[in-house]
């Protein structure tokens, strides 16, 4: 027996004799149902008690008849307010999701949120986070920290010198790390958390604690768990164990600043259904990857094999996980990814969706050039995704850009994930996309329309075609401003089939730098810049407000 059976609910199953079905309520079954809802059962065997989880899964993800809409797409790094201490927080995606919704967003999709070593220098990159399950420190907003209050001047103190930093466009990550860290450690120290953080730190189980373990051996070692001693480097050690015991402090102060975020970011998700974004996967040196190294392959990295956009391919510095260990763990990693993924948010974004079929696997040593493909298990993993995206109420987008084969977009479609269509990628006009998609202009790692239609973006490739694009497009002629043709574009785009638009804020206010280029680390600010103007500008930026006019025409 298979350690993991995922099924598809509806349908009647004898099961083998001696053997019975544990379900998710405690019931014992001599067969499954064909009316068994969906979730996550045991099948026990009377001789000798052992057992198999059977996923019994809906079969395609959650999609409502109805959605259809239109929201702001938004690195909250660089979303900042007046209030904000040199980095977009996450009352500022509250602020923001309540404008939006106040203008007819139907959502509001930002960047990855996951946490970063909690070390110096602070990762820039969201994508190449330490943990895809919990948040990055740098979004807490510490006003609302409660009992924030108490700290009274020195408040006021770090307050004035993280918002200076709000005047250069160019973020100081370490600087902002540097005063929150003293903020939230002076809180700490004031006064015992609430029963509600006690309660709630309970119901995350092993998990944060894990977590909150690697944090307090990230600070001990500075550096990410592969330069750690070989007593800390596997978190069964019993030498973990008693350093986690020693200091027991300072693990319960990262597990309350992971639950001042939850609360925070449950806060925003209520203000509009958030898309959050979900990463390919973590860096190698991480917490997840110290958590799940034995599922992981250690030392290969993931990325994309070369194509007519990245001739040498791209390496992302990604371990993937072994499918067949991931098997073998009943793909607990990929439904607690999933399951934190959809926390407090209205869908998920699957970045390179086609990492449900395959992975280009790069092996130690090799270049982007020298890899292969290595298949998974997709139809579990798609079952595995519809249940949770029921479970959460949630939608699925996928980021199915690059070299995808037919089979791939098909198999999605029937799982209800929704396809990403980009004017940038796509030869046909917009009235013909497919129903089933998310529509948009561009994405991160390309080019803005400002940076496009203005040649201003000094990395353009394919310029004179993407402003020719532009141009049938939107009718205009090439003398007109970037804010013009912004608000013209997204309202054809507005009118396509597709379910859903997101409109870049960079492209909404006539941004012409992207926030990222792949490959030129030292070369282009990769994650650093924030917007131009602050989020209390944004509100009355004339360019913002013609690309949600012309969008509401249509939606």
């Not at 198999?411 to 046909?428: K, N, Y």
């Amino acid at each position: 027996m298979p350690p993991v059976l995922v099924l598809r609910a509806g349908r009647p199953r004898r099961l083998p004799p001696g053997w019975e079905l544990v379900t998710e309520d405690g019931a014992r079954l001599h067969r499954l149902p064909a009316d068994l809802a969906p979730g996550y059962h045991r099948l026990l065997r009377h001789s000798d008690g052992a057992g198999a989880l059977v996923v019994l899964s809906p079969g395609a993800c959650h999609l409502p008849a109805d959605l259809r809409g239109w929201g702001f797409a938004v690195q909250l790094y660089a979303l900042r307010s007046q209030k904000s201490w040199g980095l977009g927080d996450l009352a500022d995606l509250r602020r923001l999701a309540t404008w939006s919704r106040g203008r007819g967003a139907a959502f509001l999709m930002t960047s990855p949120l996951g946490a970063a070593l909690p070390t110096l220098p602070q990762e820039p990159s969201p994508y190449y986070a330490s943990s895809r399950i919990w948040l990055n420190p740098l979004h807490l907003r510490l006003e609302e920290v409660p009992g924030a209050e108490r700290l009274g001047a020195d408040l006021e103190r770090l307050a004035k010198l993280s918002r200076a930093l709000n005047r250069d466009r160019h973020l100081d990550r370490d600087q902002v790390y540097r005063l929150k860290l003293e903020a939230l450690e002076s809180l700490y120290g004031r006064g015992d958390p609430p029963a509600e953080f006690e309660r709630w730190r309970a119901a995350q189980g092993r998990l944060l604690e894990l977590f909150a373990t690697f944090c307090v051996l990230a600070e001990r070692h500075q550096t990410g768990w592969h330069g750690w001693p070989e007593e800390h480097q596997h978190p069964d050690r019993p030498q973990v164990a008693r350093l986690a015991a020693r200091h027991r402090a300072r693990t319960r102060f990262h597990a309350w600043v992971q639950w001042l975020l939850d609360r925070q970011l449950e806060r925003a998700g209520r203000a509009l259904p958030l898309l959050n974004d979900l990463p390919v996967g973590v860096r190698p040196d991480g917490a997840d990857a110290w958590v799940w190294q034995d599922v992981i392959a250690r030392g290969f990295r993931v990325g994309a094999p070369p194509d007519a956009f990245q001739a040498a391919g791209q390496d992302w510095g990604l371990p993937p996980f072994d499918p067949v260990r991931l098997r073998e763990a009943a793909y607990l990693p990929f439904i607690q990814t999933l399951r934190a993924a959809f926390r407090h948010a209205g869908g998920l974004r699957l970045d390179h969706a086609m990492g449900l079929f395959r992975l280009w696997w790069i092996p130690p040593g090799g270049d982007a050039g020298n890899g292969w493909y290595v298949e998974y298990p997709a139809d579990d993993l798609l079952g595995i995704l519809a249940l949770e995206s029921h479970r959460a109420g949630g939608f699925v987008v996928g980021e199915d850009l690059g070299t995808v084969e037919p089979y791939m977009r098909r198999r999605l479609h029937a799982a209800r994930v929704l396809s990403t269509r980009l004017l940038w990628f796509e030869s046909r006009p917009p009235s013909r996309y497919p129903k089933e998609a998310q529509a948009a202009v561009t994405t991160h790692d390309l080019p803005t329309l400002a940076g496009a239609w203005t040649g201003d973006d000094p990395h353009l490739e394919n310029g004179p075609l993407l402003r020719r694009r532009l141009r049938l497009l939107t009718g205009l002629d090439p003398s007109a401003p970037a804010a013009a043709v912004a608000a013209a574009a997204y309202g054809r785009l507005a009118a396509s089939p597709a379910r859903l638009l997101t409109v870049s804020m960079e492209d909404a206010l006539a941004v012409s730098e992207r926030p990222n280029l792949p490959g030129t680390e030292g070369v282009w600010p990769n994650w650093r810049l924030g917007l131009p103007v602050l989020l209390e500008e944004v509100e009355r930026s004339p360019a913002v407000a013609g690309v949600v006019d012309r969008v509401r025409e249509h939606r």
